[in-house]
């Protein structure tokens, strides 16, 4: 195993450890959601491992949330959050009869 510093979601930095694959995916989908609740930016955000999914509840709406996708890419990206193929996040906006963004594929 490798140590890799990666920043957060939200500007924190984090040192992560590199496992397999899929080790390494759960383990930045669970930090960002760590660091977007420390930031206070987020009503929820889970990991759905078995469905490669982080859940993000944001109180925005739905047109905010399908702009806020690219954002969410591009940001993880430059902070070292790297998903394997396949990871979608779902973007679940304030209100929640309001059907969820997914922002696919990483």
Known sequence: M???AVAGAFGATLAVLAGTPSTANIDNARSMCFFAK???????????RAAETVHVGLPIS????QMVCPTFKERLASNGFVFDAGWVINVIPGDQNDKAVTCAPF
Do not use: F, I
Not at 41 to 47: A, D, E, R
Not at 62 to 65: H, I, P, S, T
């Open 2 to 4: 490798r140590r890799v």
């Open 38 to 48: 420390l930031a206070g930016k987020v009503t929820s955000c889970n990991v759905e």
């Open 62 to 65: 739905v047109e905010k949330a």
